[in-house]
T-cell receptor, first 114, second 115 residues
């Protein structure tokens, strides 16, 4: 079945450091890809998404590019802030169209220190 | 803007008891998804409903059942609770149009503790 593999951490960075969280996937067809963020004690929030190959999702300084050739969707941010401390989940959903369940990676806890 | 509402936010039960979790989707959203997130784990898909019919089923135990009502809210019923059922239960909703993927909006979750 479909699956997502991502860096699990935990990772601790200093403010303004560069962040990369690797994510690769296995899926039939062409899934949509997502990064969700979960702040302490809260629900899941969509951070960014990409629905087809070579699409780049971006939001709040975070970016990820849908790479079909390497089945990857790595998350990057050039300069992290303390407020970025959270758990980050890479996820995929079935082929475009209709309602499809999300399949999540294991999540990576990021702590950013001042 | 209205968000997905889940109730209760916290629930404590004893083993072998039953629990009912409720989810109220965003207005005009007709699809509801349930996910279970164990401590330190990734969310796992349980079940989904579209227009009051079950649309997909994941790793949901036979002790659990769910349904979607005419007002599109959904309830997850859990019986014979086990310690391992302690988790955060998320509900998400969206309104598929049959075109490009439609974002699932998540509720804040219900934290179930089984003692």
């Amino acid at each position: 079945g479909d699956s997502v593999t991502q860096m699990e951490g935990p990772v601790t960075l200093s403010e303004e450091a560069f962040l990369t969280i690797n994510c690769t996937y296995t899926a039939t067809g062409y899934p949509s890809l997502f990064w969700y963020v979960q702040y302490p004690g809260e629900g899941l929030q969509l951070l960014l998404k990409a629905t087809k190959a070579d699409d780049k999702g971006s939001n709040k300084g975070f970016e990820a590019t849908y790479r079909k050739e390497t089945t990857s969707f790595h998350l990057e941010k050039g300069s992290v802030q303390v407020s970025d401390s959270a758990v980050y989940f890479c996820a995929l959903s079935g082929p475009q169209g209709g309602s499809e369940k999300l399949v999540f990676g294991k999540g990576m806890k990021l702590t950013v220190n001042p | 803007a209205a968000g997905v509402i889940q109730s209760p936010r916290h629930l404590i039960k004893e083993k072998r008891e039953t629990a009912t979790l409720k989810c109220y989707p965003i207005p005009r959203h007709d699809t509801v998804y349930w996910y279970q997130q164990g401590p330190g784990q990734d969310p796992q898909f349980l079940i989904s409903f579209y227009e009051k019919m079950q649309s997909d089923k994941g790793s949901i135990p036979d002790r659990f059942s769910a349904q979607q009502f005419s007002d599109y809210h959904s309830e997850l019923n859990m019986s014979s609770l086990e310690l391992g059922d302690s988790a955060l239960y998320f509900c998400a909703s969206n309104a598929p149009t049959g075109g490009s993927y439609n974002e699932q909006f998540f509720g804040p979750g219900t934290r179930l503790t089984v003692l």
